[in-house]
């Protein structure tokens, strides 16, 4: 049984940067596609960003593209989300899990951008 642990969050200004992480534990995330997801209050919970196995291949939602990098590092059964020029509208809890989502949801992390 896989656990998600998603890190890295917190309070940060419009315009700022934040680095989530994602390990995970008790079986390896190597040979599974990886997603970030993210859910603000009163909304469901949406696609951010999601990585194949290897790595080559990335994909974006809409609001991601061109800010957000997803990346993962297969020695520390880690998976990584690069957050640059952080918008309000980017204020939520974000999740990782497989893409498609197959795993326990873990704790997340909140990420609150102020304006």
């Known amino acids: 049984q896989v656990q998600l642990v998603e890190s890295g969050g917190g309070l940060v200004q419009a315009g700022g940067s934040l680095r989530l992480s994602c390990a995970g534990s008790?079986?390896?995330?190597?040979?599974?596609?990886m997603g970030w997801f993210r859910q603000a209050p009163g909304k469901e919970r949406e696609f951010v960003a999601a990585?194949?196995?290897?790595?080559?291949?990335?994909n974006y939602a809409d609001s991601a593209k061109g800010r957000f990098t997803i990346s993962r590092d297969k020695a520390k059964n880690t998976v990584y989300l690069q957050m640059n020029s952080l918008k309000t509208e980017d204020t939520a809890v974000y999740y990782c899990n497989t893409a498609p989502p197959s795993l326990a949801w873990g704790q997340g992390t909140q990420v609150t951008v102020s304006s």
């Open positions: 008790g079986r390896t995330l190597s040979t599974y596609a």
């Open positions: 990585i194949n196995w290897s790595g080559g291949f990335k």
